[in-house]
């Protein structure tokens, strides 16, 4: 694989990350927006020791942090592997058959 078409990749894989987060940001934002009236009541959301009021601020930064997250790890899992792909296509043996 060429260096250009490496970086080219990597650049695609961190826009589709990046859009993913700012997508989950919004959706996280109009959620809050519709359930804001119900939560008039004192209802908070928690994650683990962590209580928030379900505004839509706090409802677009939980689902962009929680989604930018999850997309680092995986992100961090596949670079991580990919510094042990030696093998290209020319240097892979033949099989037996061709």
């Known amino acids: 694989m060429s260096t250009l078409a490496s970086i080219a990749g990597r650049r695609v894989v961190f826009l589709i ?9 919004l959706f996280g934002y109009i959620l809050g927006y519709v359930v804001q009236p119900n939560a ?3 209802t908070v959301g928690s ?3 962590i209580t928030f009021a ?3 601020l706090n409802l677009a930064i939980y ?3 929680m989604v930018g997250l999850s997309f680092g790890v995986v992100l961090a899992l596949v670079a991580y592997a990919s ?3 030696d093998a290209t296509p020319a240097d892979a043996e ?3 058959e061709g």
């Open 63 to 65: 689902g962009a942090v």
């Open 83 to 85: 510094r042990y792909d």
């Open 17 to 25: 990350a990046a859009v993913a987060v700012v997508v989950s940001a």
């Open 54 to 56: 379900l505004t839509p």
């Open 47 to 49: 994650l683990g020791p």
């Open 94 to 96: 033949p099989n037996e």
């Open 40 to 42: 008039l009541d004192g």
